[in-house]
């Protein structure tokens, strides 16, 4: 535990305030030169994004509910309904509950929407990105860590995929039940309370605890090939689309480097009414879980309602890809000032 007297000090060291500074600087050359917009949104708003699993901070405005930003989401889109072309944004985001080595409940997130890409189309942008980011870190630590990655392109591996290759079963065929049960056979520590019309908790679990850790390569030895989950069921499509052509799927995708997911991407909704839809689907669990309603984001939906354009977006963690550039397993190591010295 480190003394209190020197608890005024950060918690990364001085090279790590360049390395982060060389990633931001060519992160945002890579946006650049591919014609995107930096644009600037707020952190705090009446609005949120509402999420299943995402809690936000709340904060009392003149007798007001407002919230500090999960992500910059909602503002980005209404800045594409106004009539933005491709935009990002480096933006500081607020989630509660969310600690341990690769959690801060404030941290840096890399936003970017491209107008008429599709989501394919941001698989590549977004390995594109990592390889650029990581790079640069090498011109200050003087070791790229992406020379120890498989030099194919990033592996891509779909959420029925991943569930055949460690559970051995077909994950959309199952019931809550058989999920449970295949749980418990592979030794996945279910919580004593869940239950099995929970489908998409059992199926959290599961994720968590048995493939994400393997997701992306685990060992040197092995080699590290980063990979991408893509193709995740409709229940947990967030704010994508669902595959016309294959509705068990939503257009999906998340990346994962030696069991650290980095980002996640979407086929972005356009349709209001179904928004909604899925925004009282989530507050009604919510309202089960005991936990207090959300608002939802109005201006996002009003926004959709006038137009917006067919886009692909990703989040991705800035803090996470300076600790798969530096190979650092504890998120404090590459930020200054975590909450606990905050």
């Known amino acids: ?22 990633m931001l600087r060519s992160i945002r050359d890579f946006f650049r030169d591919r014609d995107y917009l930096e644009v600037e949104t707020p952190c705090l708003s009446r609005d ?36 933005a072309d491709s935009i990002f944004q480096v933006s500081r985001v607020f989630r509660q509950h969310e600690r341990g080595n690769q959690h801060n ?14 989501w394919l189309e941001q698989l590549e942008v977004t390995e594109s990105l990592v390889r650029t980011a990581t790079s640069a870190a090498a011109c ?11 030099p194919e392109t990033f592996q891509h591996t779909t959420y029925a995929a991943a569930f055949q290759r460690i559970f051995g079963i077909d994950v959309f065929g199952c019931s809550g039940r058989q999920l449970m049960d295949v749980a418990r056979h592979f030794s996945v ?13 059992v199926l959290n ?8 850790p393997q997701l992306g390569g685990t060992s040197e030895s092995s080699g590290i090939r980063p990979e991408f989950l893509c193709d995740y069921p409709p229940a947990q ?33 356009t349709d209001e009414p179904e928004l909604r839809r899925r925004d009282a689907v989530r507050n009604q669990r919510r309202i089960v879980e005991e936990s207090p309603e959300l608002p939802g984001a109005s201006r996002l939906l009003a926004a959709m309602q006038s137009g917006l ?20 397993r504890d998120i404090r190591e590459v930020m200054p000032f975590p909450e606990d010295r905050a």
């Open 1 to 22: 535990m480190t003394p209190e007297s020197d608890a005024w000090r950060p918690s990364c060291s001085t090279q790590m305030l360049h390395v982060r500074a060389e």
């Open 48 to 83: 949120i994004v509402l999420d299943a699993w995402l809690e936000p901070f709340v904060i009392d405005v003149r007798g007001t509910r407002w919230f500090l930003q999960t992500s910059p989401e909602a503002h980005m889109k209404r800045l594409l309904a106004a009539g």
């Open 105 to 118: 409940s404030e941290f840096t997130m890399i936003e970017w929407y491209g107008v008429g890409s599709t």
């Open 140 to 150: 200050v630590t003087g070791h790229n860590v992406a020379d120890q990655w498989s």
């Open 189 to 201: 520590p279910l919580p004593a309370d869940l239950r099995e019309d929970r489908i998409d908790d």
């Open 205 to 212: 679990v599961m994720l968590a605890f048995a493939i994400e």
């Open 237 to 269: 499509a967030a704010l994508a689309v669902v595959s016309e052509t294959c509705p068990q799927v939503a257009r999906r995708f998340e990346l994962y480097i030696k069991g650290l997911e980095l980002c996640n991407g979407y086929q972005e909704l």
């Open 309 to 328: 354009p067919p886009c692909s977006g990703v989040a991705l963690g800035f803090d996470r890809l300076v600790m798969v550039a530096t190979a650092c």
